[in-house]
């Protein structure tokens, strides 16, 4: 349901109707910016601004640092299983060598 | 590409496999049967099988399809509608592509359009706004569905018709919400749910709050969800946690893109555009309560169902389909009597079956029919 | 308006106060009738939009059961098909 | 009709009309005038001039390149007929060249016939044919007979064109779809799904821009290197309509065997897959122009891949997967994301999708 992409802002094409044209991957295209703008962000500050876009409206402001903080967690899950993984490799290498005899 | 291939991530995937599957082996729960987890929302459907999540998982993790595909749960009754508004001959039909297919009990779309209507793929209502500008002398009606998410570009359309003045414009409103038919879902005496991924995109226009009733009255956890196969996983990841700790609560994972308050702009637009309908047809899960909007009286010149006499007809299921039991997670799709046999993609009986988001169609196309099967018979021996 | 009175009109059932009995009784009652209307109206509208058609359906499959049946008896013994299909006809 | 013969030594005819009528194809001086002016002015070569109704062959000439004729046909339609990268006379030369050339045959000549609905402009009209010549001797083959109808209005879009092409396999040259075996390696010639997404581009109706340009190429060339370096090659086609997804099912299906890709290995342009992001389509299943599959035995694999690289129509050129033992008739992905799924044939067209 509901694909959306990000895109980022390249230009407002008409501040009164809220165009803007968005650049996915090189491809751009035409939306309407008018569900995020507010008086926190005036139109004119929207380039360069990260958005999701769907069926051609801009429906939200991807938010970086929540982006950068979910991969961090992941990030230090993988540090916490990697140690995890050291301190268990004596017990997992006599277990081995018991099998082994 | 930003915030896409972050979050395609194989390494990443691994990491939280292992932590999945280190977290099933500690969790007390009934071994007799997986834990099923219901993913509602179509677009995660469809990651799910893009990305083979599916058969990453631990075989005790069931991921059940849910709903959530404003496509496929379109009652025949209302393509035939659509189909007889753009038989009309003044009347440029424009729709999304997804819509084009979806059968009707005399045809689809993509029939009709053979047939010499003038049926338009547009990728925004605004396109379709922009058919109206440029010809004046044709009445333009946009196929108006999708859920929440799509809701307020629809609206927001109208209200820059009515702005510029447009009269040649109007909207075949089938906008439908996703939150009463959880609750529809929740209510079926036969569920076996344990947690619900959320629909991420859904959440960013009306934020996590509407879902608390699910966690509180329902006790089942919920995490709203990205679309990228590592949003999935996480959630599912964040979805044990929970049932773990024996914790309901509604958590999101979407934080980059679903803000806790929703978009409130949007949703300003669609209280200004549209009012509840009393209740609204679902293929597959039949009537659902105040599951469905219609458009306002004071934009009533640009709703296609006042502007032109609909048949208004209702057709039935076809009786051997088991959408509403695949929906709710009581059978997997394959083990649908029609399954692969009188439904496929090509000659769709079943709501799920219709858009390659549908759960049926998505095992058919990524190759769940040899799948399924194996998996049934090796179930019953 | 806010977001929240958009979301209070949008689902209203999360906004329901403590209801009294006879209240949703009569909620229930008015969806269910609702609901009935609409479709004896369908029924209704059904069949006098396709009257003609039902009717000339209804005839074709008489008469094309009058004719196996006169061959029917044209077959097995004399002619005494045409005799019962002039009582049927009658 | 077929071009009208006329004495040898005569003077061209030049067209004055600024749009094409229904005299254009009535058989008379109209007629002849815009064959001369448009066809044979372009495609000039021995062959062709003298205008009989067909073209003469001598077989001598046609046994130095091998010991078998092979002969095949296309209809080419397409919307908009100039597109960015190509146009459809471009289309219509390549998609028969690498018919031939797929199935390791030398292209030698074409035929080529036209529908022209009355009131396409005449400058339109040279340009495709001018287009057709320029691509036709890029591809080192001759344009030797042909047929031109005009029809009402209405009753085409614009232009058809419908090439025949007759080409030559050398000896020994053996290429089978039923050929594939395990372990065998399958090949591409570069990034996909760059016809299929100009195209869709180009007809507006998404309203997308994008810098994309069909892949539209002539390959014997890039072919003839490819057998050079693997003569034991299995298997190859062009990876038209349906993709690469399509034909791959073709293989699997024909030789009952099973093949598993990469989808990291899969070379794709960003802007191909922004677009298909945004569109939700998937670019397995775009149309190619100027791409092959090649299906070639392990050993060869290598060789087959760098004799590609260095052909300009092959830079990108890329090992994308393996054919296994697997269940036959099946092809899975190994996704980017590490997960196993089935690409299986298309079910109709590919529509964009909001959901």
């Known amino acids: 349901m509901c694909l959306g992409i990000p895109g980022c802002i390249v230009s407002i094409d008409n501040a009164d109707d809220l165009v803007a044209t968005v650049d996915v991957s090189g491809v751009r295209r035409q939306i309407n910016i008018s569900c995020v703008v507010d008086e926190a962000h005036p139109v004119e500050s929207c380039v360069g601004d990260w958005v999701l876009v769907h069926v051609g409206f801009a429906m939200s402001r991807i938010n970086e640092v929540e982006a950068a903080e979910t991969l961090r967690l992941l990030r230090e899950l993988g540090d916490l299983q990697a140690e995890l993984e050291n301190m268990q490799r004596p017990t997992d290498v006599v277990a081995a060598e018991e099998q082994g005899l | ?381 | 308006m806010t977001g929240n009175s958009a979301l209070e009109g949008l689902y209203p059932f999360l906004h329901d106060k403590e209801q009294d009995p006879a209240a949703r009784d009569a909620g229930l009652l008015h969806s269910i009738e609702a609901k009935a209307r609409e479709s004896r109206e369908a029924n209704a509208r059904f069949f006098a939009q396709q009257a003609g058609v039902l009717i000339d359906a209804a005839k074709a499959h008489a008469a094309a059961y009058h004719i196996l049946w006169d061959l029917v008896h044209t077959l097995l013994a004399d002619n005494r098909g045409s005799a019962i299909s002039k009582d049927v006809a009658a | 009709m077929n071009m009208i013969s006329f004495p040898s030594r005569r003077s061209r005819g030049k067209v004055h009309a600024p749009t094409v009528t229904l005299a254009h194809g009535g058989g008379g001086k109209a007629m002849k005038d815009l064959i001369d002016d448009l066809f044979v002015g372009a495609f000039d070569n021995p062959l062709l001039a003298p205008l009989d109704d067909q073209a003469r062959i001598d077989l001598s000439s046609l046994a130095q390149y091998g010991d078998r004729l092979a002969f095949t046909t296309d209809s080419f339609v397409v919307d908009p007929l100039i597109f960015p990268g190509g146009d459809i006379g471009k289309l219509a030369v390549c998609g028969t060249v690498n018919d031939l050339a797929v199935g390791g045959a030398v292209p030698l000549y074409l035929s080529c016939a036209v529908i022209i609905e009355e009131g396409v402009p005449m400058d339109f009209l040279r340009r495709i044919a001018q287009s057709m010549a320029v691509t036709a001797q890029e591809a080192g083959v001759t344009i030797v007979t042909g047929d031109t109808k005009v029809v009402n209005k209405g009753a085409c879009d614009q232009m058809f064109i419908t090439t025949t092409g007759v080409g030559v396999v050398a000896a020994g040259v053996e290429l089978g779809a039923h050929r594939a075996r395990p372990g065998d390696a399958v090949l591409v010639n570069g990034l996909l799904g760059d016809h299929g997404a100009a195209i869709l581009g180009a007809r507006g109706d998404m309203a997308l821009r994008a810098p994309i340009e069909s892949d539209c190429a002539p390959l014997q060339g890039l072919i003839a290197r490819l057998l050079e370096a693997a003569p034991n090659t299995r298997f190859m086609r062009d990876a038209t309509r349906g993709g690469i997804a399509t034909v791959l099912n073709e293989i699997a299906e024909a030789s009952q065997i099973a093949i598993e890709i990469d989808e990291a290995a899969t070379p794709l342009r960003d802007e191909v897959r922004g677009f298909c992001e945004i569109l939700g389509l998937d670019p397995l299943y775009l149309a190619n122009e100027g791409k092959i599959v090649a299906i070639a035995p392990p050993d060869e694999a290598a060789a087959a891949v760098d004799a590609m690289r260095a052909h300009p129509l092959g830079r990108q050129a890329a090992l994308i997967g393996h054919v296994t033992a697997g269940e036959p008739g099946r092809v899975a992905m190994r996704t980017i994301f590490g997960g196993r799924r089935i690409v299986d044939m298309l079910v109709g067209e590919q529509l964009p999708r909001i959901c």
Not at chain 2, 260 to 285: D, P
Not at chain 2, 302 to 321: G, L
């Open chain 2, 1 to 381: 590409m930003r915030y896409v291939d972050e979050f395609r991530d194989r390494a990443k995937a691994d990491v939280l496999i292992k932590a999945i599957e280190q977290l099933l082996a500690r969790m007390k729960r009934d071994e007799t049967r997986p834990l099923q987890i219901m993913e509602v929302c179509g677009g995660h459907t469809h990651s799910i099988f893009r990305y083979g999540v599916e058969g990453m998982l631990p075989k005790s993790i069931e991921l059940v399809h849910g709903p959530g595909c404003p496509v496929c749960v379109l009652p025949m009754g209302r393509v035939d509608d659509g189909v007889a508004i753009a038989e009309r001959p003044e009347v440029i039909f424009a729709t999304f592509g997804d819509a084009m297919r979806v059968p009707g009990s005399r045809k689809s779309l993509l029939q009709a359009k053979a047939d010499g209507c003038d049926v338009r793929m547009v990728y925004s209502p605004m396109d379709a706004l922009a058919l109206a500008r440029r010809n004046p002398e044709r009445e333009v009606v946009f196929f108006g569905i999708g859920f929440e998410t799509t809701m307020p570009s629809t609206a927001l359309t109208v209200l820059q018709a009515e702005r510029e003045g447009i009269e040649n414009f109007s909207i075949f409103c089938n906008h439908i919400t996703i939150v009463p038919t959880i609750k529809a879902i929740l209510d079926s005496p036969d569920l076996r749910l344990d947690g619900f991924l959320g629909p991420g995109h859904v959440s960013m226009v009306i934020g996590d709050a509407p879902y608390e009733f699910i966690a509180r009255y329902y006790k089942r956890p919920m995490v709203i969800a990205g679309f990228e196969p590592l949003d999935i996983l996480q959630s599912i990841w964040m979805l044990l946690k929970q049932i773990d700790e024996g914790r309901c609560e509604i958590e999101n994972q979407y934080t980059r893109v679903a803000a806790r308050e929703g978009n409130s702009i949007a949703l300003q637009a669609v209280a200004r555009v549209y009012e509840l309908r009393e209740f609204f047809e679902w293929r597959g899960l039949g009537s659902i309560d105040h599951s469905g909007v219609k458009i306002r009286d004071a934009y009533g010149r640009f709703d296609a169902e006042r502007k032109f006499a609909v048949p208004n007809a209702r057709i039935a299921d076809p009786k051997s389909c088991q959408c509403g039991e695949v929906l709710k997670g009581v059978i997997k799709p394959w083990q649908c009597k029609v399954f692969g046999r009188a439904c496929t993609p090509e000659t769709p009986l079943g709501a799920l079956m219709v858009s390659s988001e549908g759960a049926c169609a998505a095992y058919y196309q990524y190759g769940g029919v040899k799948r399924g099967r194996d998996e049934a018979e090796a179930s019953v021996a």
